[in-house]
């Protein structure tokens, strides 16, 4: 049973639009789309100051992948939505007309390299060091159960977290897409959004915007009407089915094909990745797990920093290796 009075729900009950100006950071994993110019052009409108570093090209399913000893040539072609074009240098100002160059960046690499531009360079640049808080996304797409594992958008905020920086991942709809950068459903998305940050402005006062150590992954519904705030958990109840296939053109799954007929593409003969819409029904101790809840709500996880246990889990271990540990110790 949720709790009667949630963290989120005492977070969310003060709606005071009298919000300090904080910097941030907002990046992504698909590069420059109508969910972050909209997002932009909200958190600017509530009075914060942007740095958007996203990455050149769709970088969705990198993860946390960084090009380590590897430095960034001249882009080979256009960055998506003409970002910046072919022969631009590996990173830097977006080249759009319509778009602020002072507040545009791309990366020719991966999402979590593009956060750390945004961090490293232009935040000190811009501030002189970190920013209040880092926003990944939103992106075009809910990231929810185990998929979360290889999302940029979620390594982002959890490589933020790490760094001691308040973090929070942002996923929509696949309906949020939009070439021309003017999706209706990004400004909604993007107005819901500044609405959460607004909120934890609220109680933060001159402190920081979360604790230190802790993230959120927020994913919206695909119709935000009537969406409700609630604070859910990663669980264990998976959206997606996912599964390796030894021959695609054999085993994808009507959404892969419909995937790869929207970018022209002919599945293949070969081994590959097939995933596809969960089917089966949550179980009972599932309903609070964000795979279930973001049908319908905007489902809010906290996430810890990495992989840190819990102090209960810590606690068990030492219980477990008890004799082995305290051999160790002699």
Known sequence: MRKSLSLLTAVLMFTSTQVQARNIVLTNDDGLTSNVVALYHALKEAGHDVIVSV??????????????????????????????????????????DDLPADDFYYVNSTPVMSLLYGLDVLGMERWGGEPDLVLSGPNEGQNVGAIILSSGTVSNAQFAAVRGLPAIALSAGANSEGADLA???SVQVAQRAVELVTALDNKAGDGALLPRGLALNVNFPDDLAGAQWRQTQIGTYNAYAIGFSDNMAETASPTMRAMAEARGIQVPPLPGLNFEMNETSPTADQQNDESVVYRQHIAVSPMQAGYAASPAGAATVDWQLSKLLSDSAD
Not at 64 to 70: K, W, Y
Not at 78 to 83: Q, V
């Open 55 to 96: 990455p050149c090209t769709n970088q969705s399913g990198m993860g946390a992948a960084l090009s380590i000893g590897r430095p960034l040539a001249p882009l080979e072609q256009s960055c998506l939505n003409d970002a910046a074009q072919a022969g631009d240098p590996g990173a830097g100002p977006m080249t759009r």
């Open 183 to 185: 999706n209706p459903v």
